[in-house]
C-alpha cells in the first residue's frame, strides 16, 4: 500500500476538500485525485463522495480513516526509530537489580530529558552482536574473557569496580563477623544457583575459586534472587556473594548478613560496550556521565582476573 496516497487520504478526510488537501500536502489538485484514485482501486472500494461542499468520506472511507491514521503513525515511529538523533538511547543492563541498571538510573536523574529504553541481554555474544547491529547502543559487560576478546570496531571502558560481599543466614558460622577475609572464606559453601557457562560471572567466578581455594556450587534451579535469599536465610551452611550495588530488599525476618570481604577484596568489573562508529548524541553523554562519576578502578587491595580490560 502507497504510504503518500494513504497520506494523501486522510489529508482529504481531514480537510474536506481535494484542493485545500493539495495545498497542505504543498501538490497539485490533479496529484491528489490520481493518488486517491489509486488507493481506491488497491482497496477496490469508493473513498469519498463529491459533495457541493468539497469531498465526504463515504462509509468504507469512514472505516478506513482510523486504520489510515495508525499506518501513518506507524511509519513516522518506524523513522523515528533508526534516526538516532529522535529514538532513545537503547541500553543493555543484565537485570532490574543489577549495579548497571542502578548506574544507568543515576544518568535518568541527571538527565531527564534524554529518552532510554532500557534492554536485558543475558549472554555476551548476544549483546556485542546487538550492539554491532545497532539494535542497542550500549551494553553493561565485564570484558574481555579469555580467549574472547572484542571486535574491533566495539569500544569499552570501565566504569565501576563493584566490591563482593557475603551474604549469610542469621546461623551461618559468619554470620556475627563485621567482615571477613578472603582466606577465612576456604572450607564453607558458597551458593550461586543460574552460573551461565561461558558467560562474563561465570568466567570471574572460576578465577576466583583457582586464585583463593574457595568452593562455589553452582548446583539447582535458579529460581531467581528471592528464592536465593529465603534459601539461605533457612540454610545455616550456605552463603551467596553479592555484589555491594545490587539493589536486593529482603523480609527483616530473615535476619540476613551482608558482610564485607577484605585482605583483598573482590571487585566485579563493570564495563560499557559501544559501536565506536555509533553516532547517537545522547551516547556521548551518557559515557561523559559515567566517567565523571566513577570512583575509579583497581584500588588497592583490591582483586579482579587478570583478563579484565585495564581502564
Known amino acids: 500500500m502507497d504510504l503518500e496516497a494513504v497520506r494523501t487520504f486522510a489529508a482529504v478526510a481531514e480537510a474536506g476538500q481535494f484542493q485545500k488537501a493539495a495545498a497542505d500536502l504543498s501538490i497539485t489538485q490533479?496529484?491528489?485525485?490520481?493518488?486517491?484514485?489509486?488507493?481506491?482501486?488497491?482497496?477496490?472500494?469508493?473513498?469519498?463522495?463529491?459533495?457541493?461542499?468539497?469531498?465526504?468520506?463515504?462509509?468504507?472511507?469512514?472505516?478506513?480513516?482510523?486504520?489510515?491514521r495508525e499506518l501513518l503513525r506507524v511509519a513516522e515511529r518506524a523513522a523515528a526509530s533508526v534516526h538516532a538523533g529522535r529514538r532513545p538511547l537503547r541500553v543493555d543492563v543484565l537485570s532490574s537489580r543489577s549495579a548497571g541498571s542502578g548506574l544507568l538510573?543515576?544518568?535518568?536523574?541527571?538527565?531527564?530529558?534524554?529518552?532510554?529504553?532500557?534492554?536485558?541481554?543475558?549472554?555476551?555474544?548476544?549483546?556485542?552482536?546487538?550492539?554491532?547491529?545497532?539494535?542497542?547502543?550500549?551494553?553493561?559487560?565485564?570484558?574481555?574473557?579469555?580467549?574472547?576478546?572484542?571486535?574491533?570496531?566495539?569500544?569499552?571502558?570501565?566504569?565501576a569496580d563493584e566490591p563482593l560481599h557475603l551474604l549469610t543466614g542469621p546461623g551461618h558460622a559468619l554470620a556475627d563477623a563485621k567482615s571477613v577475609t578472603v582466606a577465612q572464606l576456604a572450607g564453607h559453601r558458597i551458593w550461586m544457583p543460574g552460573m551461565l557457562p561461558g558467560s562474563e560471572w561465570a568466567a570471574y567466578y572460576d578465577d576466583l575459586v583457582a586464585g583463593f581455594?574457595?568452593?562455589?556450587e553452582a548446583t539447582g534451579p535458579n529460581f531467581g534472587s528471592d528464592a536465593l535469599l529465603d534459601t539461605v536465610a533457612d540454610t545455616p551452611a550456605l552463603a551467596t556473594f553479592m555484589g555491594g550495588l545490587t539493589r536486593l530488599v529482603w523480609p527483616a525476618g530473615h535476619g540476613l548478613r551482608l558482610i564485607?570481604?577484605?585482605?583483598?577484596?573482590?571487585?566485579?568489573?563493570?564495563?560499557?560496550?559501544?559501536?565506536?562508529?555509533?553516532?547517537?548524541?545522547?551516547?556521548?553523554?551518557?559515557?561523559?556521565?559515567?566517567?565523571?562519576?566513577?570512583?575509579?578502578?583497581?584500588a588497592p587491595g583490591t582483586w579482579r582476573p587478570d583478563w579484565v580490560v585495564p581502564h
Open 30 to 68: 490533479q496529484a491528489v485525485s490520481k493518488r486517491i484514485a489509486v488507493l481506491e482501486r488497491d482497496l477496490g472500494v469508493r473513498l469519498f463522495n463529491r459533495t457541493p461542499r468539497g469531498a465526504e468520506p463515504t462509509i468504507d472511507g469512514q472505516a478506513f480513516l482510523p486504520h489510515a
Open 105 to 159: 538510573r543515576d544518568f535518568h536523574r541527571a538527565h531527564p530529558a534524554i529518552e532510554l529504553d532500557v534492554l536485558m541481554l543475558l549472554e555476551i555474544d548476544a549483546a556485542v552482536d546487538a550492539v554491532r547491529a545497532g539494535t542497542i547502543d550500549a551494553s553493561f559487560r565485564a570484558v574481555a574473557m579469555p580467549g574472547r576478546p572484542l571486535p574491533e570496531d566495539i569500544a569499552c571502558a570501565r566504569v
Open 213 to 216: 581455594g574457595l568452593t562455589i
Open 260 to 298: 564485607p570481604v577484605t585482605d583483598p577484596s573482590p571487585v566485579y568489573p563493570h564495563a560499557l560496550l559501544w559501536h565506536r562508529d555509533n553516532p547517537h548524541p545522547a551516547l556521548a553523554a551518557f559515557r561523559d556521565h559515567l566517567a565523571a562519576t566513577s570512583p575509579g578502578h583497581d
